[in-house]
């Protein structure tokens, strides 16, 4: 083979290294998509950005890779390896993290829904939910409207939260809110009474009926019945 033809044959190892990192995330959004995890990092409202993004990033690898053939030297540097290499890293570690939610250790560390996140005011209509308390408890308006409601039955699902002050025959069910992404996510509470003592334990999911009742910010429900139930598979609520 001439020397002409040998140089033809050339790879290049940068557009290799990017085309395969490209590749890499490419894979963890069809990752995401194929486990159902999309829910476990953005909203309803921005969970078309996985299967655009892995559909893009597919895309994009396919044409790096195409192009890799080069008529001339293009080696990769180490200061280019170790760039690329710290770009990959998120990859290897969400794929290798068990699929979790965040719980009670993230309720102290974030703000009530109306502290950051919310833009308006939800209307409180037709049957009560957590999005109808998590607007009560940030808004004059709809804290209101859900006061005169008080008695009314709800029916929530949340984690259990539980302080060490709390009667034993009650805890606080806990609903996380997020807008985007679970970092801008923010809670909902309501206090619920009537539970049986020792019967539920910190951030298990729960389904509680009962009766609501506004005490200023706070929510109370006095619970008819309440049931375990597994975590659903999108864990939080999107105003």
């Known amino acids: 083979m001439s020397g002409r033809a040998a140089a033809a044959c050339r790879w290049s190892a940068v557009r290799v290294a990017t085309g395969l990192v490209l590749a890499a995330w490419a894979g963890l959004f069809w990752f995401l998509l194929a486990t159902g995890r999309t829910g476990l990092f953005l909203s309803s409202r921005t969970a078309w950005l996985v299967p655009s993004g892995a559909i893009l990033l597919t895309l994009a690898a396919a044409g790096r890779l195409a192009s890799a053939r080069l008529a001339r030297e293009d080696p990769l540097t180490r200061r ?21 939610t965040l719980g009670t250790y993230a309720v102290g560390k974030r703000s009530s829904f109306g502290g950051t996140a919310a833009t308006g005011v939800r209307v409180v209509s037709g049957s009560l939910d957590f999005l109808d308390v998590a607007s009560a408890q940030s808004f004059d308006d709809a804290a209101r ?57 910190a951030d298990g999911w729960v389904r509680v009926v009962g009766r609501v009742y506004p005490i200023g910010r706070e929510v109370l429900v006095a619970a008819e019945t309440i049931e375990s139930i597994p975590a659903p598979r999108n864990p939080y609520l999107t105003p």
């Open 80 to 100: 280019q390896a170790w760039t690329l290499g710290v770009v990959a890293l998120p990859v290897a570690v969400l794929v290798a993290m068990p699929p979790v």
């Open 145 to 201: 409207v859900l006061a005169a409601r008080a008695g009314e039955r709800i029916e929530l699902d949340g984690i259990v939260t539980t302080e060490a002050t709390m009667p034993p025959d009650g805890f606080l069910l806990t609903r996380f809110i997020v807008t985007c992404c679970t970092a801008d996510a923010t809670i909902a509470q309501v206090r619920v009474v009537g539970a049986a003592p020792g019967t539920f334990t």
